[in-house]
């Protein structure tokens, strides 16, 4: 028999049972009933409002709308950044920030940053993956493991250059280097209360009184990892005149031969003489054994200080000796500025300071001093040429001594004609016998002839760490007052986070 459906042959189940020719299969009488039933219209699952949704629920959500707007700036060619969506910022970035300034932020409704538990476990996290875990010791603070906080740190830097200074009563040992957009950064490796003498910096290589883990455990000292640092890594060594004199176990640079890069008398400081050499004994002190060693013609010959005490010595002891004190002073008080309490240094007290003595020359105050000395009285020849002389002094030492781009052929020969013109006239234009500063100006010529950069390997970058470490100290940290180590050793840790922030960042 015939389906009448599909007119294919069936065969009866019952074959005793008489059948009609208008029998079908079961399977095409369900599908005839399928097709003739009207079609359902299907309607979209509602979704649950975003805010009664758990905190993974609505991370899938925008992570969903991400990818969608993505695909949508893409088909139509317009960037996300354009419109501007809500960011929500990474522990990373927050790194710089004080617990205070945190909580101030999240008082904003519409800022949202992460937890203070979220930070303090980035905060640990950091401790292991870039080594900035810290500890404490009689008096100061250290890293655990200096060495491979410098490697982490340093790795893609050109140059490296180890030395330490004290500020606000507090000694900073660490490394120069340049970071990703080759500026110069400065990252403290030790800290203590006292001064960068022999006597004080000596007591750090006491036996295990700073032990390191990691990498460094197999250093007795912070001494002993610098010296690792100038021996494998090639490194320079900087600080101010005493600092480099004491770690290198020379006496003061009031001394017969002051000069750690060569073997100089005092009498001589406008002359020349050869590099020192380990043999050499030319003032070396007799009870201080050196603290490290290094090739005289790696050692940064004082950029920054340079600039200092000679810009100083032009302008509040020569040029007063030119016109008058009085009209020094005069033209000083458009220059001077009003230092905050324990934000400065020495130079606040008794000299001109770096942004002082720029700012003089920026503005020219020399100008406005020979001005107003010609309103008291005509100048003599003599004094118009002598003025010229130190004017002309000032803009070359702020030029070269603390430039730090690389240097050219030009640079090196202007600088060559400055230093000989300085050194060759100092006491007849100024009447003061040479100091032991304006021999040094000739070793930073042969050092930029030699490696072709100065300021990048300067101790200016120290100086500036000064003041971040008293901000730290004296305004972050001062609820640990009466624990001086931990207090520096906070200081420290937040110094040593933000110098690897922006390694997270890229």
């Not at 080759?182 to 006491?206: C, E, I, M, N, S």
């Not at 020359?361 to 004094?383: F, H, V």
Request: proline residues 5%; contains cysteine; aromatic residues 6%.
């Amino acid at each position: 028999m015939q389906c009448s459906l599909c007119s294919k042959e069936i065969r009866s189940r019952q074959p005793d049972r008489p059948h009609g020719g208008g029998r079908a299969h079961d399977t095409c009488v369900r599908r005839a009933n399928r097709a003739a039933a009207p079609a359902k219209q299907s309607t979209p699952r509602s979704k649950r409002p975003y805010d009664t949704l758990q905190s993974t629920q609505q991370w899938k959500r925008r992570k969903q709308l991400h990818s969608a707007v993505t695909e949508a700036s893409q088909q139509i060619g317009c960037p996300v950044e354009t419109l501007h969506l809500q960011q929500h910022a990474t522990p990373e970035e927050l790194l710089h920030l004080t617990t205070a300034e945190r909580e101030r932020i999240r008082t904003v409704p519409s800022l949202h940053i992460p937890s203070e538990q979220t930070i303090i476990a980035c905060k640990k996290l950091l401790a292991t993956s870039h080594a900035t875990a810290t500890g404490t010791f009689a008096g100061g603070a250290y890293i655990t493991d200096p060495l491979r906080f410098v490697s982490v740190l340093c790795a893609q830097s050109p140059i490296l250059v180890v030395g330490g200074d004290t500020g606000d009563q507090l000694t900073k040992l660490g490394v120069t280097y340049l970071d990703e957009q080759k500026v110069q950064q400065f990252a403290a490796l030790l800290v203590y209360r006292g001064k960068d003498d022999y006597d004080d910096l000596g007591t750090l290589t006491q036996p295990s009184l700073t032990p390191f883990t990691g990498d460094s455990a197999a250093f007795p000292h912070i001494f002993a990892v610098l010296q690792h640092s100038i021996d494998t890594r090639c490194a320079f060594l900087n600080g101010d005149w005493p600092f480099i004199n004491a770690v290198l176990g020379l006496m003061s640079p009031s001394a017969t031969h002051p000069c750690p890069i060569c073997i100089i008398s005092h009498n001589s400081f406008t002359k020349t003489s050869r590099y020192r050499t380990p043999a050499d004994k030319h003032s070396l002190h007799p009870e201080h054994s050196p603290l490290l060693t290094i090739s005289s013609d790696r050692i940064v010959p004082t950029p920054l200080h340079l600039f200092l005490g000679i810009s100083n010595r032009i302008i509040l002891d020569a040029f007063s000796e030119l016109f008058s004190k009085e009209l020094v002073e005069e033209t000083l008080e458009k220059v001077k500025t009003i230092h905050s309490t324990g934000c400065g240094g020495l130079s606040d007290l008794h000299d001109l300071n770096g942004p002082e003595i720029r700012k003089w020359i920026k503005q020219d105050c020399s100008s406005t001093l020979r001005t107003a000395a010609e309103e008291k009285g005509a100048l003599t020849a003599a004094q118009k040429s002598t003025y010229s002389t130190l004017k002309r002094w000032l803009e070359k030492l702020h030029d070269h001594l603390l430039f730090k781009k690389e240097w050219k052929a030009k640079e090196i020969e202007d600088w060559r004609e400055a230093v000989k013109d300085i050194q060759d006239n100092w006491s007849s234009e100024t009447g003061q016998a040479a100091f032991p500063k304006l021999h040094m100006l000739r070793h930073s010529l042969e050092f930029a002839e030699r490696y072709r950069f100065l300021g990048r390997a300067s101790e200016a970058q120290i100086e500036s760490y000064h003041y971040r470490f008293k901000r730290l100290f004296h305004q972050q940290h001062l609820n640990m007052a009466q624990d001086e180590a931990e207090r520096q050793r906070r200081c420290l840790a937040d110094s040593s986070l933000r110098a690897v922030q922006p390694l997270l960042m890229q």
